[in-house]
Each structure stands twice: as C-alpha cells, then as structure tokens.
C-alpha cells in the first residue's frame, strides 16, 4: 500500500510539474560586440523581439559609470564622448577570456581608454573604472 501511495505522489508531482513547466515562457539574450538583443518565446506565440526603454529592438553594449549611477545602453552612449573613462563598450570580446588573449589585446591595439587586467579572485578579465 505505501508504494503505490508513493508512486501515485510521484506521478502527481511529476504531472504538476510538466503542468508548471508548460506554462512558462523562454528568454534568449544574444550579446553582440556591439549590440545586444533579447528574444521572448511563449507557448502559442510567436517569437517576440522585446523592445528597451526607447522602443528599439537592438541595444548598445555598453555601460556608463558616474556618480555611483549606472547608465545602459543608448544613455551610456549618449555620454560617451564626454565620459570615455567611466564608459567601458564592447565588453562581450572579454568575457572568458585572459588579458594575454589576442582578442582582448587587440582593444589597447585600437586605442580602449580602459585598460584590461586579470583578476585573481574571479579567473577572468577585469575593468576597472574610477568614479
């Protein structure tokens, strides 16, 4: 008797589970150089290009630091020409890599205003921007 009470709680479990996973919508994020897209896919929907905050469908990679504040996007950009110390673009070349790749060398090569460096704690590239 116990078995099958614990086989009918399993199956009830695994059936709400699937229920609950049905239900759910899936969210890629496709990072660029230099753009960024998001992608939304919801079942009986077509696939859905989401929108920023400025109706775009294609977002800058970049990011602006600034007083503690952090600007994304078409803002950072809209800054960049005044703050190129405090806006790091392009950060999608680094991710994964070492300062000693070829491709992360290449950005000093092209005059980056930041310099990328190892960091120990993370095994990876870091930034750092002074604010």
């Given amino acids: 008797m116990k078995i099958t009470n614990g086989i009918s709680l399993f199956l009830a479990s695994a059936a709400a589970t699937v229920a609950f996973v049905e239900a759910k919508a899936i969210l890629g994020v496709d990072l660029g150089s230099l753009y960024m897209k998001v992608a939304l896919v919801q079942r009986n929907a077509p696939l859905e290009i989401v929108t920023n905050l400025h109706s775009k469908r294609k977002t800058e990679n970049m990011i602006l630091f600034d007083s503690g504040t952090r600007f994304y996007g078409a ?46 704690t993370r095994f990876g590239t870091s930034l750092s921007v002074d604010d």
């Fill in 75 to 120: 803002d950072a950009s809209s800054l960049l020409a005044r703050k190129p110390l405090k806006t790091p673009s392009g950060m999608s070349v680094m991710l994964g890599r070492h300062d000693a790749h070829p491709n992360v060398q290449i950005l000093a090569e092209r005059h980056y205003p930041l310099t990328p460096a190892y960091n120990e």
